[in-house]
């Protein structure tokens, strides 16, 4: 690969809880960022870019940087769902290559448990949207039912099965045991998982990622300041990322924004789908995996669910290992957006970090997917392909 890294993760840090009822969101964000900095070897005062959610406090990155007591150069805050944390580190790859800043800081923090504020329930009644004005559409009553009939297009369009999407919610459990803050540990079987309750035909409570809370943090860095550290670094190679919109309301729900997106990131990197050795793929629901495996060009359109069944998805022995953490679907979702703990992950798996039972045997060459709101509408995808540093 003769890609030059413009940017180096240096620190990454996942908060350990799940459930924190007294946290306040700004002590959430100075805890993860405070541990990203410290897996980094670096301190406050060494940061000059900022990155946070929309949902931050009172004037958002401001405020933060206050009570954080950074004193940054660029900053950048938005909202781009569960793709918002994976966008970010291609962001700040962008601002240090242009000179704007050099130790870069993405920190995402959630309270829906303690707050009661799952975006399931506070979306039952469809809000206002620019697509709506525009386009006269919306669809379902909440991401359950959006994704439900997404599963079910792609079951009509391809032969997908709800036994190939239990398959999914298999490999997550079996990776989850192996995670001790995981939020639910057990190994389930395809047969657990069509057992579960149907929460919107034809999807199981288990074909659905959890609600947590907690958060995670990076630290993104110019490739100068990485040499400097004692810490593996791990390389951004590639990074692409691609709206897609609800055409009118004539929405193909079989694909997602990610396939543009890995394109884009795959050419930067100057590697195929078939290098990749670890994936991390955002997994709000098993049906978000299984299309994502499709676009991103691990199997064919309408071949997820073959690709997926007894045990594709494995650490050992699967055809293309995939959240070994026990990801969205068994180990956490914070704040409603997965994206965090997907590059975290990844780098774990390149620094040779995680679970002894999961981790990937010489892992060098990663890629993570995230993927943000509804396939139907606002949706945006954004991709990584990550390297371990020589």
Known sequence: MSHQPGAVIVGAYEHPGRDLPGHTIPRLQREVAHGALADAGLEIADVDGFFCDANSPGMG???MLEYLGLRCTYTESGDMGGATYVAYVGHAAAAIAAGKCRVALIVLAGLPRAEGTSIAGRELVPG???????NGYWGGHGPVADYALTA????????TTSEHLAWVKVASSEHAQHNPDAMLRTPVTVD???ASP?????????????VSDGGGALVVVHPD????????????RGHGEAHKDPNFGDVDLTYTAGRRAGELAYAEAGVRPSDIQYASIYDSFTITVLIALEDLGFCAKGRGGPFVQDGG???????????????????NHPGNRGGMTKVIEAVRQLRGETQLEVQVPGCELALVFGSGVRLSSRHYSSVLVLERAA
Do not use: K, Q, Y
């Open 61 to 63: 990155p401001v405020d």
């Open 128 to 134: 206002p949207s620019a697509a709506f004005e525009v």
């Open 152 to 159: 079910r297009r792609h079951m009509h369009e391809f032969g």
């Open 192 to 194: 657990d998982v069509l």
């Open 198 to 210: 149907l929460v919107a035909d034809p999807l199981h409570r288990l074909d659905c990622c959890i």
């Open 225 to 236: 300041v990485a040499r400097g550290l004692e810490r593996t670094g791990v390389m951004l």
């Open 313 to 331: 998805l494995r650490s050992r022995g699967g055809r293309l290992p995939v959240n070994t953490d026990g990801g969205g679907l068994s180990s």
